[in-house]
């Protein structure tokens, strides 16, 4: 069992910076593949980005050259780096864990971007 807790998430002006991250209780966390999805009122979630284990990184194209995803291993976490924010960022966002069979969802955090 996984169980994850995302924070960092808050209102922020257009072009300004915010850091998530999201820590993983549990064991095994270097051996999950994590992800950070969002959900915008009324649409599906969607995948912003992802790290494998061993550190490959895969963005969606709207976030590319802005967002950075990392882990530390050693902290069980996972951080996302969000540079250049847009209105159309705004969105709850959520932390993934996946493993073969095993996937597991944080709580997620808002983010609220406005002027």
């Known amino acids: 069992q996984v169980q994850l807790v995302e924070s960092g998430g808050g209102l922020v002006q257009p072009g300004g910076s915010l850091r998530l991250s999201c820590a993983a209780s549990?064991?095994?966390?270097?051996?999950?593949?994590m992800g950070w999805y969002r959900q915008a009122p009324a649409k599906q979630r969607e995948l912003v980005a992802s790290?494998?284990?061993?550190?490959?990184?895969n963005y969606a194209g709207p976030v590319k050259g802005r967002f950075t995803i990392s882990r530390d291993n050693a902290k069980n976490t996972v951080y996302l780096q969000m540079n250049s924010l847009k209105s159309e960022d705004a969105a709850v966002y959520y932390c993934?864990?996946?493993?073969?069979?095993?996937?597991?969802w944080g709580q997620g955090t808002q983010v609220t971007v406005s002027s």
């Open positions: 790290i494998t284990t061993n550190g490959s990184t």
């Open positions: 993934k864990a996946a493993r073969s069979f095993y996937i597991y």
């Open positions: 549990g064991r095994l966390f270097s051996l999950y593949t």
